[in-house]
């Protein structure tokens, strides 16, 4: 019976032993010493074991390599066939109003972006992205895809993403030098923002092609009717690329196709506003085209950037066609010296790094210090649709505190602001309406 007794327990052990050889402790010399002590295995065992190694398993960090920095939280597998990173952004905001007293607005404090990520690599040959925003106090979805990068000369990417139409719109929020983009995301913020979609990308250091179809966004599709689809192009090209001196020239073509839709354009004063000094809702829409045209360049601290975009409407039941357009100019200066970032395959300007961060112990810099201002217009006027007329200059300042932190402050001041539909002249539309925003943004 305890002969019995011990080959069960010493079967119990070598077992055991066995099933742990996926972890470091299969191989502890001490622990191997223990067993051939007191008889669980016998020399030839311990032999065996002792030149065992062990194999990965997944409550292993084996091999794993983390790192905490000014770009997340990051892991990689030891061969780099799998990242992953988790990121994040903050933007507080707050915005007040002078001589909006004649319209109903809001004025006060927001939390304008929070959104947190997930990205990384799959077998070296695949990217993935899952971003949310939890503004608002509601979940969105904003970029869900997976990109094959197996293929020197071709990405393709398959889910929510970013349609490839302006040069303002693919730049991230991060990295834009207004609190707000301009006036032309009045035609592009509610028809060419992010959608599900198949995207074939090509690109090298000087240049860029794009091409993708897409379905609609990941928005609320329980209304009746069935949803839009659309086709849409971009091409850079940088004949001049280099860290100090770049000029950027880009075009860019979308088409979407829709079942007697609606389409809603606009511009709001700040985020939080309400108020709207442009505004149109147009039915019955069947098609949509809009053609876009970029200009950039930057010589050191100094950048200049411009982009005009037109869109024609069809609509249904023999009602004519319509026409809006909106254009921007806008400059920046470095007073710390600073130049932009651009990344020629993007066809995109980055986020400006400081030379130096902001710190109050001896030897410490004083970050970034950045000055722009922005020249814009829109016109939603066209056919029977009075979506009203807007000119607007915006000042803005940034101090970029390091790479993670940047402070914001604009002035912005619409004048020439023609009536619409909702806002009759002589309701103070004639008057020039004053907006002060502020910003706080960490990102990591």
């Known amino acids: 019976m305890k002969s ?11 077992t055991g032993t066995a099933l742990t050889l996926n972890t470091a402790s ?3 010399k001490a622990l191997l010493d223990t067993l051939l002590s007191n008889g669980s295995i016998n020399q030839v065992q311990y ?3 002792a030149k065992s190694e ?14 905490l920095d000014k770009k997340g939280l990051r892991f990689a597998s030891a061969d780099k066939a ?14 007040y109003h002078v001589g909006a007293e004649d319209f109903e607005h809001t004025d ?39 990109t094959y990068k197996g293929l020197d000369w071709l990405q393709i990417t398959v889910g929510h993403q970013k349609q490839n139409m302006s040069m303002e719109l693919q730049e991230s929020s991060n990295d834009i030098m207004f609190i707000e983009r301009s006036a032309v995301n009045s035609l592009t913020e509610k028809t060419f923002n992010r959608a599900l979609g198949l995207h074939f990308k090509s690109a090298a250091k000087d240049w860029s092609a794009q091409f993708a179809i897409y379905g609609d966004s990941t928005d609320d599709n329980k209304s009746a009717g069935n949803e839009g689809w659309g086709l849409s192009g971009r091409g850079t090209y940088t004949p001049i690329n280099t ?8 075009a860019a073509v979308g088409f979407r196709g829709m079942d007697a839709g609606k389409v809603k354009l606009g511009y709001e004063t700040t985020h939080m506003s309400n108020l709207n000094l442009t505004k149109a809702s147009i039915g019955d829409v069947n098609g949509m085209t809009m053609g876009i045209m970029e200009l950039a360049y930057m010589r050191g601290p100094f950048s200049i950037q411009s982009e005009y975009a037109h869109m024609w409407l069809a609509r249904d039941a023999g009602q004519s066609g319509l026409n809006f357009d909106a254009w921007y100019v806008q400059a920046a200066w470095t007073l710390t010296g600073e130049s932009r970032s ?7 300007f980055k986020r400006l790094k400081p030379s130096q961060e902001f710190g109050l112990s001896e030897g410490s810099g004083w970050g970034a210090v950045e000055l722009a201002i922005r020249y814009d217009e829109s016109d939603l006027q066209s056919g029977d649709i009075m979506g009203g007329t807007e000119k607007a200059v915006t000042v803005a300042a940034n101090w970029y505190l390091n790479q993670n932190i940047r402070l914001m402050a604009d002035y912005r001041t619409a004048f020439d602001v023609s009536a619409r539909d909702g806002i009759p002249s002589g309701n103070g539309i004639e008057d020039d309406v004053h907006a002060f925003t502020g910003r706080i943004q960490l990102t990591f």
């Open 243 to 250: 860290k100090n001196n770049v000029l950027h020239l880009g």
């Open 26 to 28: 299969a191989t502890d």
């Open 342 to 348: 651009y990344k020629g395959s993007d066809g995109e």
């Open 108 to 146: 006060g404090t927001e939390v304008r972006r929070a959104r947190l990520h997930v990205k990384g690599v799959l077998w070296k040959d695949w990217k993935y992205v899952a971003e949310f925003d939890f503004a608002d106090n509601k979940v969105v979805i904003k970029d869900l895809s997976t």
């Open 54 to 67: 062990p194999k990965a398993s997944s409550s292993s960090l084996s091999g794993i390599k983390m790192s």
């Open 82 to 95: 799998f990242k992953m990173k988790i990121g994040g952004r903050f933007h507080l905001q707050t915005g």
């Open 47 to 49: 032999a065996k074991l």
């Open 4 to 14: 019995n007794l011990k080959l069960a327990i010493n079967a119990a052990l070598l």
